[in-house]
């Protein structure tokens, strides 16, 4: 079926799960968003308006109206009901967002962004958070805000199509820009992730764009497909996936809680098994079990202590040692803390940090952490 209005978020969307797509596209089904997609809307609406009131107002921040602006945003909000339980969660994100940036009215490019692209017999829809016109407008520099609590790394902000995507449009709107320096923030962490593209992510985005495109209008179907996204997803309720036994799914903090006692008993009868199995294979040898053997194996792995010699042969044999040489980050902790070396390293650092999924001992002995 082709298709004439084109969405970035819809197309990862049919992507990710082409069943949650037609519900939402085709179908039209009203959607039940779960609480993190309300949250983050809201939050982007009460962003926008805050940077627009400064900018109406010809100021740079306006710290003091965050709370009014906050409230008129979360009671106007078109989908509602909010959860008021997460106010001051919300109000958090839009300060989080006003500290991080002092509005620059010269450079502004735009603020929520939405401004449709006519592109071949498509017409694209994509809203970027914030942007600036830098350099006599040659470098674009694009601003997304995130609400997320999972703290990307860099590597993930580099693979992510969205970031290609507010470049591409820029890049055709405005073919004087020469440099795309895109930046997602993350406002529960105070982490900026920032990706540079020269003009030639134009062609390498659009490529792509047409092979997603392609694959969308050829749909004939749209089954299920259950993932990390059915956490975001507005129809789960709905979901014939959901009726399948065994599938898990949490919709509810209380679900979420149940999964999260269910993994600990599991993880200790892990736990046993695998110590079991460990001192069976130590005295027996190893153990094949459909394709997959258990049992001891070897990690052969040297290091050298005498850094000095090292440096030398590399040297002598033409190589840079320096190649080889690489920062312990658990002894790197220290050095930062200490107050003289600290303030000297610092221009040197690089933020590596990423949020994983794990669990830790909650040290306060609460249920929430
Ligand atoms: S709950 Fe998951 S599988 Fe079901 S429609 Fe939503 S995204 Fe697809």
Not at 57 to 74: F, H, Q, Y
Not at 142 to 167: F, G, N, P, T, V
Not at 337 to 343: A, K, L, S, T
Request: negative net charge.
């Amino acid at each position: 079926m082709a298709v004439k209005n084109v969405g970035l978020t819809a197309l990862e969307l049919y992507l990710d799960c082409p069943r949650a797509y037609a519900f939402e596209r085709i179908e039209r089904v009203p959607a039940h968003k779960p609480e993190p997609l309300l949250l983050g809307g809201v939050a982007h609406a009460a962003i926008a308006a805050y940077f627009q009131h400064c900018y109406g107002n010809g100021l740079s921040s306006d710290l003091e109206r965050i709370p009014e602006i906050c409230r008129v945003t979360w009671q106007t909000y078109p989908e509602q009901p909010l959860p008021h339980h997460a106010y001051d969660d919300y109000v958090g994100l839009v300060e989080a967002a006003a500290r991080s940036y002092t509005l620059d009215a010269e450079h502004l490019g735009g603020i929520e962004d939405r401004e449709p692209l006519a592109f071949e017999r498509w017409t694209v829809w994509l809203v970027i958070d914030l942007w600036e016109l830098h350099d006599d407008g040659l470098t674009a520099v694009i601003r997304d805000w995130k609400s997320d609590h999972h703290l990307w790394s860099q590597a993930d902000a580099e693979q992510a199509l969205q970031l290609q995507a507010y470049a591409w449009k820029l890049g055709i709107q405005y073919p004087q820009i020469q440099r795309f320096v895109c930046e997602y923030h993350f406002l529960r962490h105070g982490k900026v992730r920032r990706v540079e593209y020269d003009r030639s992510v134009l062609a390498r985005f659009e490529e792509k764009l047409r092979a997603m495109i392609a694959l969308r209008e050829g749909a004939k179907d749209f089954p299920p497909r259950p993932g990390a996204h059915c956490q975001w997803c507005s129809y789960s309720e709905i979901c014939p996936a959901f009726k399948v036994p065994g599938v898990v799914h949490i919709e509810t903090p209380e679900d979420a809680r149940h999964i999260g006692e269910e993994i600990l008993v599991l993880e200790k009868r892990l736990k046993d098994r695998k110590e079991a199995l460990k001192a069976f294979t130590a005295a027996h040898g190893k153990l094949a079990v459909n394709g997959i053997v258990f049992g001891h194996f070897l990690t052969e792995s040297h290091t050298v202590e005498d850094l000095v010699t090292l440096g030398q042969v590399l040297a002598e044999a033409g190589r840079d040692p320096w190649e080889l040489v690489r920062v312990d980050a658990t002894k790197l902790k220290p050095l930062i803390r200490d107050p003289e070396i600290g303030p000297k390293l610092e221009p040197l650092l690089v933020d590596k940090s990423y949020s994983s999924f794990t669990s830790r001992k909650d040290k306060g002995g609460r249920d929430d952490a």
